[in-house]
Every structure is written in C-alpha cells, then in structure tokens.
C-alpha cells in the first residue's frame, strides 16, 4: 500500500474528521468565552478590586536599565489565565451536563414494543386457528 493512500485512508476516517470539526468548534467556542471572561464578567471582578487589572499584576525582580529591560514575574497574567480556565472549564461541565440531561430523558421515554417475529406472528395465527375449531 503506498504512502499516500494510507494516509488518505488515514485522513478520511470517520473519528478523524469528527475530531478536526470538535477542534474547529472549540477554538471557535474558545474566543467567545475568553470573550466573555475578557469583557464582561472580568471588568465587574476589577472594579470590586478598585479598577485594577490582574494582568497588571507584576512583581519586578530587575529595573530596566539602559540596554535592557526590566524583569518581571507577571503573577497576574497567571491569574488572568486561571480564571479563565475555570470559566471555560465550569461552561463546558455545563453544555455536558445539560446534554447528559437532554440524553437522559430520551432513554426514559417508553419504546414502542418491537414488532413480533415471523415465528411469533406463525405462532398467533395458529393460535387464532385452533381457538376457532
């Protein structure tokens, strides 16, 4: 089997393809939370704290000197990056738990019985038969 035909094999794949388009709508779903997180829940968060920004959090182990830069240990990017890891997190457990739900409610719905076999309905005929004799 040639190389390329492997990997077309490979590619076209139904998990594959399945995986591509997750991937695809997660980064997609990705921006409109940091989105969220960026412009609407952590403004609020900022104005509690007095108008600061957690990414302005930083904590300078050397001053700038002429040729260089200073050294910072920016703590509160990190703590930028963790709260919005945990609303992402909390915002998926949520879109799972209400498709569980959704799952859920068409396992209970009822069934319609299954059709009899050919040998049960041959069966019921014969039944029928013998009753009227």
């Not at 108008?51 to 957690?54: D, E, L, Q, S, Y």
């Not at 709260?83 to 998926?92: E, K």
């Given at each position: 089997m040639s190389l390329m035909k492997e990997f077309k094999q490979f590619a076209m794949r139904g998990n594959v393809v399945d995986m591509a388009v997750g991937i695809i709508i997660g980064a997609a779903f990705g921006k409109i939370v940091t989105s969220i997180v960026n412009d609407i829940i952590m403004p609020p968060i900022g104005l509690l704290l007095g108008?600061?920004?957690?990414t302005d959090f930083k904590l300078t182990l050397k001053e700038a000197a002429e040729g260089t830069s200073a050294v910072t240990l920016n703590y509160g990017n990190f703590i930028q990056v963790t709260?919005?890891?945990?609303?992402?997190?909390?915002?998926?457990f949520m879109i799972i738990k209400a498709m569980n739900r959704m799952k859920k409610k068409q396992e209970e719905a009822p069934a319609a019985p299954p059709a009899p076999s050919a040998q049960e309905t041959l069966l019921t005929e014969i039944r029928d038969l013998l009753k009227k004799n």
């Open positions: 108008g600061v920004n957690f709260i919005d890891f945990l609303i992402v997190a909390f915002a998926i």
